[in-house]
């Protein structure tokens, strides 16, 4: 059904791979965060909880392939996304990463508000890491997709904040790594705005350039993703087939009336009629 | 592609920078004859002060000029390091939300207060033009030498102190307090020879007085200091930056989970 990625190296395929990454965080019980409290509390012992984020995570994505990963909150989602991005640093395992990475977990990063949409669109993809002179040549194209129009000399204080999403968008989107990590910023702009945003990820798959999307919509799971990861209690409870991995989520993770509201079984008989 | 890394982060340092200089000044000339009003207003009311009590007898030629070259010294080096310090943590989401090398945004930091310096000076050079003195081209080639070696100081500083910001947050009251003693110890609203010569010595360790003294020496009274002084300071400068780098290695590391 999917079109296999052009790729012909076979040791080549692989776009990220983890290996055994745990992440534990320390959880001081009194937080010390000045001189004034570090001085004062020089001779009390320092107590603190260790709390296990991930727990020996080990998967591979390939080159192309639309990843999504899901759990419940605080099931280490994000903090994976985290390590793969590079903001935080695992304290074992090992992660292979080929290719330029563009984090998306946020969006807009380094937008002023006191600037103007050019100058903020400027800014915003040199922290992306492109050059002025990509950015120069993508400029017209950024506006264009972001549908801002003649608004992009305004500062960006006087805009809707549909508009901020929409430009720091365009301009991620345009920054044209080879694997972009998403951390729930699909939710932004109105529909017809999202169906284009998906969209152009759909073009990434043709491109051979892989996408790891954190998400709570299931549907969009779904929808999108060529494989996805369920990540419980720091660990990975199942990955594979987008429609088993979901169908498992939702019965781990809801009761048993959510579960009949939601018809999770009428869903699967749909599926199997089509 | 390592090329291409450092391009980029090069224009990521230079965007940073350039892009908080602008916000300072609003991209206009008034916004930047705004924001030299409160060096000029420290600048009057020691001035004022001071000079009776310095000048009086003779005993400083060109006192107020002495005194704008020091202040404008000290207030790039105030600026630099407040700026430095908490440049991590005002810009904690590049740190949270991204990954640039950290060391970008606390350089950016201090090459914004290099750009505002560049700007002051020209207050400089009207006071010198105004006193019609012209510095021989020697102390002008040390005063471009000694900026350079203020710079490093701040950025080493700045190394230092931002990833501890983070960690903790009091520093920046603790630093202005600090700033304030350290512009009473070093000769900006007083000429070193006021002291008594068993202390030049020691004064002259703090490479900021060491800087601040022998530029107004070397632009007013075309004094300089002396080899062993120079070997002294330059050596003070490097071991400064390498604690800086040093210290920076060791502390930037898990500052995204802290920030």
């Not at chain 2, 207060?113 to 012209?134: D, E, H, Q, S, T």
Request: charged share 20%.
């Amino acid at each position: 059904m999917k079109k296999r990625n052009k790729q012909k190296n076979k040791n080549n395929n692989i776009a990220i791979r983890v290996e055994k990454v745990s992440k534990t965080f320390r959880v001081p019980h009194q937080k010390i965060n000045s001189m004034r409290s570090a001085f004062v509390n020089i001779f009390n012992k320092k107590t603190y909880e260790e709390f296990i984020a991930l727990d020996e995570i080990s998967f591979e994505v390939k080159k192309g392939e639309f990843v999504g990963i899901i759990g419940k909150n605080g099931s280490g989602k994000s903090t994976l996304l985290k390590i793969l991005a590079g903001v935080y640093e695992a304290d074992k395992g090992k992660i292979i990463v080929n290719g330029g990475v563009s984090p998306f977990l946020e969006l807009g990063i380094g937008f002023n508000p006191e600037l103007s949409g050019r100058n903020n669109v400027y800014l915003n993809a040199t922290i992306l890491g492109l050059t002025k002179k990509e950015i120069d040549e993508k400029f017209d194209e950024i506006v264009k997709f972001s549908e801002i129009g003649k608004f992009i000399d305004q500062q960006v204080k006087n805009y809707s904040s549909g508009m901020k999403a929409k430009l720091a968008f365009s301009v991620s989107i345009h920054a044209k790594r080879d694997i972009l990590l998403m951390d729930e910023v699909l939710a932004v702009g109105d529909v017809a705005f999202q169906y284009k945003c998906m969209n152009e990820f759909e073009k990434y798959k043709e491109q051979g350039r892989t996408v790891v999307l954190v998400s709570h919509s299931i549907d969009t799971v779904r929808e999108y993703c060529d494989k996805v990861i369920f990540i419980n209690d720091s660990k990975i409870a199942k990955s594979g087939n987008p429609e088993e991995v979901c169908d498992e989520y939702i019965l781990k993770n809801m009761t048993k009336e959510q579960i009949e509201e939601q018809g999770v079984e009428k869903e699967k008989k749909k599926r199997e009629k089509e | 592609m390592n090329n291409k890394k450092h391009e980029s982060y090069k224009e990521l340092i230079w965007m940073l920078a350039i892009t908080d200089f602008k916000l300072r000044y609003q991209d206009s000339v008034l916004g930047y004859l705004w924001a030299l009003l409160q060096p000029l207003m420290m600048f009057l009311i020691l001035n004022i002060v001071f000079s009776s009590i310095f000048a009086s007898g003779g005993a400083i030629e060109y006192y107020s000029l002495q005194l704008i070259t020091s202040l404008m010294l000290f207030i790039f080096f105030s600026e630099g390091t407040s700026a430095g310090l908490s440049s991590l943590v005002n810009k904690a989401q590049l740190v949270t939300k991204i990954y640039v090398p950290r060391w970008t945004i606390i350089v950016a930091s201090t090459i914004n207060a290099a750009l505002i310096f560049l700007m002051n000076l020209i207050v400089i050079i009207g006071f010198f033009a105004y006193y019609k003195l012209m510095p021989d081209i020697g102390s002008i080639l040390m005063f471009i030498v000694f900026i350079i070696a203020l710079y490093v100081i701040i950025l080493a500083f700045s190394l230092i102190a931002a990833p501890l910001y983070v960690k903790y947050r009091d520093l920046t009251i603790i630093w202005s307090v600090a700033l304030q003693a350290l512009m009473y110890l070093s000769p900006i609203i007083y000429p070193l020879s006021m002291m008594d010569e068993k202390w030049h010595p020691l004064m002259l360790t703090n490479p900021l007085a060491f800087i601040i003294h022998f530029n107004k020496e070397a632009l007013i009274n075309g004094h300089y200091a002396t080899t062993t002084q120079y070997i002294t300071f330059f050596s003070i400068v490097i071991a400064v930056l390498i604690l800086g780098i040093w210290s920076y290695n060791r502390n930037a590391k898990n500052i995204a989970e802290l920030i």
